[in-house]
């Protein structure tokens, strides 16, 4: 044998291993699926909320080859059991994941056949799963059928996506930048103003509109503005709503932004991260009227379709304005318009090779049907009244009638104890969020508003039942006592 040749059989034997036999894949995945299943099976039972940091010299990578049981057995103690466990219906923080089970098995198909879903010529099917996604979304939405869209990695990226287009398709650039209005509510998501930075509009000048005792921008105030700017020379061209704040769940008066917005030639984008698609629902599906007059939208499957984290969406109407940005080749880009070609995802989008995360939507959605994730949402709403009148049976005062599943409350100290002032009424509802936390079974978060200091509840898992809703209560009731005590307030 050459030297050449010994080299290469002394090479694979190493390398080989990367493809496991039939019987370890078969040993690997049944100890994955032990894992998942004895995880499924005691969801319900394990704390939301561990206040545990991981030990990282158990993560450390040191390049040695592990058994899958010790590995496994890591996961658990310092992955699964450390932090918000976001795949439990006890999350009622934040804006909770979901996690099921289908869109798993969606990803492992996808990575097993590591299709190719960044351009159609490689990857047809999986190209055209995902554009398949995209019309359906876009019709759920009342959007036309020439929408273009894109499957991101969430929100944030949707949201960047699409304000990109507003930018290029008003050439906001140069010294039009510092006289470019772009008008929003204080309850808009962080990640917008994070993406007007990354798309160099940091200088342009940002209008935070009025907002009613709702948390709804108000479209008069809206108007007024625009106006104003108009008439000083400004340049207005962009307004954000939302169909769902992540704070209070409000949903923007959407049909009036809207014609705000074509009267005054803006490009109207509205943010429905998290709200969205409760537009699917009996009880909600009216209140989303007019979000198809925006421009773009942004949507996140991975909250209100309750994917397991890495999936948003955008759609868009104006392809010249998406594509400026994200087209590589000028000239091939009026025959693509030309033709009407299927729409290569990378084309519309910052990445180009990418996870074929199409299927895990495509998948749960071909083999449940709508139908069950329609229920799940709609039981969200139901829960929110029922979270919210058994707080009030208690003495908490809750914030006003919330558009979806996400509200808020507080001890009105106050009311309890004479003299007590704001700070210390504050003070009294922080204390209360720390015992909760303490306790950790389900898991609340707080945001202040106007300076008052409130617990949220955001109820969108799959997992979040009746059941999880009294445990909840109770747990609750237990923090309540205590921290009376140490507030000496008499019971
Ligand atoms: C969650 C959220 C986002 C950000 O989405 P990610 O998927 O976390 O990137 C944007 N807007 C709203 C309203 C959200 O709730």
Redesign the pocket.
């Known amino acids: 044998m050459t030297d050449l040749l010994k080299k290469l059989t002394a090479l694979e034997q190493v390398s080989a291993q990367l493809e496991p036999s039939q019987e370890q894949r078969d040993y690997y995945l049944q100890k994955i699926k032990e894992w998942g299943d004895r995880f499924i099976s005691e969801i319900d039972e394990l704390p939301s909320f561990h206040s545990k940091s991981p030990d990282v010299s158990k993560l450390k990578i040191d390049e040695q080859s592990h058994p899958i049981e010790d590995i496994l057995s890591t996961y658990t103690t310092e992955v699964s059991e450390t932090g918000i466990q976001p795949a439990s219906g006890g999350h009622l923080g934040y804006?909770p994941g979901g996690g099921i089970y289908l869109s798993a098995l969606g990803d492992y198909l996808a990575d097993v056949s590591n299709e190719y879903a960044g351009m159609y010529f490689g990857g047809p099917g999986a190209v055209t799963i995902e554009n398949e996604l995209i019309a359906w979304m876009s019709d759920v939405f009342g959007f036309p059928e020439h929408t273009v869209g894109n499957l991101t990695s969430?929100?944030?990226?949707a949201?960047l996506i699409a304000l990109t287009a507003a930018r290029d398709k008003y050439q906001i650039k140069n010294e039009k930048v510092a006289k470019s209005v772009i008008y929003l509510s204080e309850q808009v998501?962080h990640?917008t103003q994070k993406a007007l930075r990354i798309i160099g509009l940091e200088d342009a000048i940002i209008r935070y509109i009025a907002l009613d005792d709702y948390w709804r921008m108000d479209p008069d105030d809206l108007a007024n503005k625009i106006n104003e700017d108009k008439a000083s020379g400004l340049n207005p061209f962009l307004v954000l709503a939302?169909a769902?704040?992540?704070d209070t769940g409000a949903i923007d008066p959407l049909k009036q932004i809207g014609e705000i917005a074509k009267d005054q030639d803006l490009w109207y984008h509205v943010?429905g991260?998290?709200g969205g698609f409760f537009i699917l629902t009996e009880r909600a599906g009216h209140k989303f009227e007019g979000i198809n007059m925006a421009d773009s939208l942004?949507i996140?499957p991975?909250?209100g379709l309750f994917l397991p984290y890495g999936l948003?969406a955008v759609l868009i109407k104006d392809k010249k304005a998406l594509f400026h940005s994200h087209h590589y080749t000028a000239n091939y880009m009026q025959d693509a318009l030309d033709e009407n070609l299927p729409l290569n995802p990378a084309d519309v989008s910052p990445e180009l090779t990418k996870h074929f995360r199409g299927l895990r939507m495509w998948l749960p959605l071909q083999i449940h049907g709508i139908e069950p994730f329609k229920a799940c949402l709609e039981e969200k709403l139901y829960l929110t009244d029922y979270f919210r009148e058994a707080l009030v049976k208690r003495g908490f005062e809750v914030g006003p009638e919330p558009d979806l599943s996400v509200s808020y409350f507080w001890y009105p100290l106050s009311k309890q104890l004479e003299n007590a002032t704001n700070d210390e009424e504050n003070a009294f509802n922080q204390q209360l969020m720390q015992e909760i936390h303490k306790d950790g079974r389900i898991f609340l978060s707080s945001t202040k508003l106007h300076g008052k200091m409130v617990i949220r509840m955001a109820i969108l898992s799959f997992r979040t039942k009746k059941h999880t809703i009294d445990t909840c209560l109770e747990m609750i009731d237990r923090c309540l006592e205590k921290t009376k005590s140490n507030f000496k307030v008499n019971q």
């Open positions: 804006i969430g929100g944030s990226i949201n998501h990640c939302s769902g704040t992540t943010d991260a998290y942004c996140d991975h909250k948003g």
